[in-house]
T-cell receptor
Framework: NAGVTQTPKFQVLKTGQSMTLQCAQD?????MYWYRQDPGMGLRLIYY???????DKGEVPNGYNVSRLNKREFSLRLESAAPSQTSVYFC???????????????FGQGTRLTVV | EDKVVQSPLSLVVHEGDTVTLNCSYE??????LLWYKQEKKAPTFLFML????IEKKSGRLSSILDKKELFSILNITATQTGDSAVYLC????????FGPGTRLSVLP
Protein backbone atom coordinates (compact mmCIF):
# COMPACT_ATOMS: atom_id res chain seq x y z
CA ASN A 1 0.00 0.00 0.00
CA ALA A 2 1.20 3.51 -0.78
CA GLY A 3 -0.15 5.02 2.47
CA VAL A 4 0.09 8.82 2.26
CA THR A 5 1.49 10.27 -0.96
CA GLN A 6 2.57 13.90 -1.32
CA THR A 7 3.58 15.76 -4.43
CA PRO A 8 5.87 17.42 -5.28
CA LYS A 9 8.85 16.38 -3.13
CA PHE A 10 10.76 19.60 -3.80
CA GLN A 11 9.70 23.03 -5.05
CA VAL A 12 11.32 26.43 -5.43
CA LEU A 13 9.01 29.43 -5.80
CA LYS A 14 9.55 33.10 -6.29
CA THR A 15 7.92 35.50 -3.87
CA GLY A 16 4.33 36.12 -4.94
CA GLN A 17 3.91 32.92 -6.93
CA SER A 18 1.17 30.46 -6.10
CA MET A 19 1.20 26.70 -5.89
CA THR A 20 -0.77 23.74 -4.60
CA LEU A 21 0.65 20.85 -2.62
CA GLN A 22 -1.20 17.63 -3.23
CA CYS A 23 -1.84 14.85 -0.74
CA ALA A 24 -3.67 11.55 -1.14
CA GLN A 25 -4.17 8.61 1.18
CA ASP A 26 -5.39 5.12 0.39
CA UNK A 27 -6.17 3.93 3.93
CA UNK A 28 -9.81 5.08 3.93
CA UNK A 29 -9.04 7.55 6.73
CA UNK A 30 -11.54 10.26 7.55
CA UNK A 31 -9.10 12.75 9.09
CA MET A 32 -6.29 14.51 7.24
CA TYR A 33 -3.80 17.15 8.30
CA TRP A 34 -1.22 19.58 6.95
CA TYR A 35 1.82 20.45 9.07
CA ARG A 36 4.87 22.57 8.50
CA GLN A 37 8.19 21.81 10.11
CA ASP A 38 10.84 24.43 10.77
CA PRO A 39 14.15 23.88 12.55
CA GLY A 40 13.70 23.54 16.31
CA MET A 41 9.93 23.95 16.15
CA GLY A 42 8.58 20.48 15.68
CA LEU A 43 5.47 20.06 13.56
CA ARG A 44 2.96 22.89 13.58
CA LEU A 45 -0.58 22.29 12.38
CA ILE A 46 -1.70 24.46 9.49
CA TYR A 47 -5.14 23.04 8.72
CA TYR A 48 -6.94 19.81 9.31
CA UNK A 49 -10.02 18.07 8.00
CA UNK A 50 -11.91 15.79 10.36
CA UNK A 51 -14.05 14.42 7.56
CA UNK A 52 -14.88 14.94 3.90
CA UNK A 53 -16.40 18.37 3.42
CA UNK A 54 -15.02 19.93 6.60
CA UNK A 55 -11.84 21.88 7.26
CA ASP A 56 -10.56 23.73 10.32
CA LYS A 57 -7.70 26.06 11.06
CA GLY A 58 -4.77 24.88 13.06
CA GLU A 59 -2.03 26.82 14.82
CA VAL A 60 -0.53 28.59 11.77
CA PRO A 61 -3.17 28.98 9.00
CA ASN A 62 -2.31 32.47 7.72
CA GLY A 63 -1.24 32.51 4.07
CA TYR A 64 -2.69 29.08 3.30
CA ASN A 65 -5.93 27.60 2.04
CA VAL A 66 -7.00 23.99 1.88
CA SER A 67 -9.47 21.86 -0.03
CA ARG A 68 -10.74 18.46 0.98
CA LEU A 69 -11.55 17.35 -2.54
CA ASN A 70 -12.89 13.95 -1.51
CA LYS A 71 -12.16 11.40 1.18
CA ARG A 72 -8.76 10.53 -0.32
CA GLU A 73 -7.36 13.95 -1.18
CA PHE A 74 -6.48 17.04 0.85
CA SER A 75 -4.62 19.87 -0.90
CA LEU A 76 -2.78 22.87 0.51
CA ARG A 77 -2.58 26.08 -1.50
CA LEU A 78 -0.24 29.02 -1.16
CA GLU A 79 -1.87 31.92 -2.99
CA SER A 80 1.06 34.34 -2.79
CA ALA A 81 4.19 32.67 -1.49
CA ALA A 82 6.44 34.51 0.97
CA PRO A 83 9.98 33.66 2.16
CA SER A 84 8.51 32.96 5.63
CA GLN A 85 6.73 29.99 4.09
CA THR A 86 10.02 28.28 3.31
CA SER A 87 9.64 25.03 5.21
CA VAL A 88 9.10 21.30 4.98
CA TYR A 89 5.43 20.44 4.65
CA PHE A 90 3.96 17.15 5.81
CA CYS A 91 0.56 15.73 5.11
CA UNK A 92 -0.83 13.14 7.50
CA UNK A 93 -3.98 11.09 7.91
CA UNK A 94 -5.64 9.13 10.69
CA UNK A 95 -8.72 7.07 11.34
CA UNK A 96 -11.78 8.91 12.56
CA UNK A 97 -11.32 8.58 16.30
CA UNK A 98 -14.56 10.28 17.36
CA UNK A 99 -15.87 8.23 20.19
CA UNK A 100 -12.82 6.03 20.07
CA UNK A 101 -9.92 6.29 22.44
CA UNK A 102 -7.10 7.08 20.11
CA UNK A 103 -5.47 6.71 16.76
CA UNK A 104 -2.11 7.08 15.07
CA UNK A 105 -1.11 9.64 12.43
CA UNK A 106 0.45 8.35 9.22
CA PHE A 107 2.72 10.76 7.38
CA GLY A 108 3.65 11.43 3.80
CA GLN A 109 7.30 11.86 2.85
CA GLY A 110 7.18 15.64 2.93
CA THR A 111 7.58 18.53 0.49
CA ARG A 112 10.61 20.77 0.83
CA LEU A 113 9.51 24.24 -0.28
CA THR A 114 11.86 27.15 -0.75
CA VAL A 115 10.53 30.64 -1.46
CA VAL A 116 13.13 33.08 -2.81
CA GLU B 1 -4.63 26.07 23.65
CA ASP B 2 -3.13 22.59 23.58
CA LYS B 3 0.58 22.49 24.29
CA VAL B 4 3.36 19.90 24.32
CA VAL B 5 6.80 20.57 25.78
CA GLN B 6 9.86 18.36 25.41
CA SER B 7 13.19 18.29 27.18
CA PRO B 8 16.01 18.30 26.59
CA LEU B 9 15.91 19.85 23.13
CA SER B 10 19.26 18.36 22.28
CA LEU B 11 21.31 15.51 23.71
CA VAL B 12 24.69 14.01 22.81
CA VAL B 13 25.67 10.62 24.22
CA HIS B 14 28.06 7.77 23.46
CA GLU B 15 27.09 4.34 22.29
CA GLY B 16 25.98 2.15 25.17
CA ASP B 17 24.58 5.02 27.24
CA THR B 18 20.99 5.08 28.46
CA VAL B 19 18.90 8.17 27.73
CA THR B 20 15.60 9.50 29.04
CA LEU B 21 13.55 11.93 27.00
CA ASN B 22 10.81 13.95 28.63
CA CYS B 23 7.45 15.17 27.41
CA SER B 24 4.81 17.17 29.26
CA TYR B 25 1.45 18.20 27.88
CA GLU B 26 -1.63 20.32 28.42
CA UNK B 27 -4.44 19.04 26.22
CA UNK B 28 -8.18 19.51 26.17
CA UNK B 29 -10.03 16.20 25.88
CA UNK B 30 -6.81 14.21 26.05
CA UNK B 31 -7.00 10.78 24.49
CA UNK B 32 -3.44 9.61 23.97
CA LEU B 33 0.25 10.44 23.94
CA LEU B 34 2.36 9.34 20.98
CA TRP B 35 6.08 9.09 20.33
CA TYR B 36 7.62 9.31 16.86
CA LYS B 37 11.18 8.98 15.57
CA GLN B 38 12.24 11.26 12.73
CA GLU B 39 15.41 10.74 10.79
CA LYS B 40 15.76 12.50 7.48
CA LYS B 41 12.21 12.23 6.28
CA ALA B 42 8.75 11.56 7.67
CA PRO B 43 8.18 10.75 11.34
CA THR B 44 7.80 7.06 12.05
CA PHE B 45 5.54 5.81 14.81
CA LEU B 46 7.03 4.33 17.98
CA PHE B 47 4.43 4.18 20.74
CA MET B 48 0.91 5.19 21.65
CA LEU B 49 0.03 5.49 25.35
CA UNK B 50 -3.47 5.90 26.64
CA UNK B 51 -3.36 4.57 30.20
CA UNK B 52 -1.29 5.71 33.13
CA UNK B 53 1.45 3.55 34.55
CA ILE B 54 1.51 0.95 31.79
CA GLU B 55 4.91 0.66 30.15
CA LYS B 56 5.13 0.08 26.43
CA LYS B 57 8.29 -1.66 25.23
CA SER B 58 9.87 -2.34 21.89
CA GLY B 59 13.37 -3.77 22.10
CA ARG B 60 15.61 -1.19 23.74
CA LEU B 61 12.92 1.49 23.73
CA SER B 62 10.27 1.88 26.37
CA SER B 63 7.79 4.55 27.35
CA ILE B 64 5.41 5.29 30.16
CA LEU B 65 2.63 7.80 30.72
CA ASP B 66 1.56 9.61 33.89
CA LYS B 67 -1.91 11.08 33.28
CA LYS B 68 -2.10 12.63 36.72
CA GLU B 69 1.12 14.62 36.33
CA LEU B 70 0.60 15.06 32.55
CA PHE B 71 3.93 13.74 31.34
CA SER B 72 5.57 10.88 29.54
CA ILE B 73 9.12 9.60 29.24
CA LEU B 74 10.86 7.68 26.50
CA ASN B 75 13.81 5.55 27.56
CA ILE B 76 16.44 4.16 25.23
CA THR B 77 18.91 1.70 26.71
CA ALA B 78 22.26 0.63 25.23
CA THR B 79 22.07 3.39 22.61
CA GLN B 80 23.44 2.80 19.12
CA THR B 81 24.46 5.24 16.40
CA GLY B 82 21.30 4.25 14.54
CA ASP B 83 19.26 5.79 17.36
CA SER B 84 20.46 9.24 16.28
CA ALA B 85 17.31 11.12 15.27
CA VAL B 86 14.78 13.67 16.41
CA TYR B 87 12.24 12.17 18.80
CA LEU B 88 8.84 13.82 18.68
CA CYS B 89 6.18 13.64 21.33
CA UNK B 90 2.57 14.33 20.33
CA UNK B 91 -0.69 14.61 22.21
CA UNK B 92 -3.98 13.57 20.65
CA UNK B 93 -7.16 15.28 21.72
CA UNK B 94 -9.09 16.95 18.92
CA UNK B 95 -6.07 16.62 16.66
CA UNK B 96 -2.35 15.89 16.94
CA UNK B 97 -0.23 18.53 18.68
CA PHE B 98 3.53 17.99 18.50
CA GLY B 99 6.33 19.14 20.74
CA PRO B 100 9.53 20.69 19.36
CA GLY B 101 11.38 17.39 19.47
CA THR B 102 14.56 16.17 21.14
CA ARG B 103 17.54 15.84 18.82
CA LEU B 104 19.55 12.81 19.98
CA SER B 105 23.07 12.28 18.69
CA VAL B 106 24.78 9.00 19.57
CA LEU B 107 28.53 9.05 19.04
CA PRO B 108 30.53 5.87 18.39
Amino acid sequence: NAGVTQTPKFQVLKTGQSMTLQCAQDMNHNSMYWYRQDPGMGLRLIYYSASEGTTDKGEVPNGYNVSRLNKREFSLRLESAAPSQTSVYFCASSEDARGAQSTEAFFGQGTRLTVV
Amino acid sequence: EDKVVQSPLSLVVHEGDTVTLNCSYEVTNFRSLLWYKQEKKAPTFLFMLTSSGIEKKSGRLSSILDKKELFSILNITATQTGDSAVYLCASYGQNFVFGPGTRLSVLP
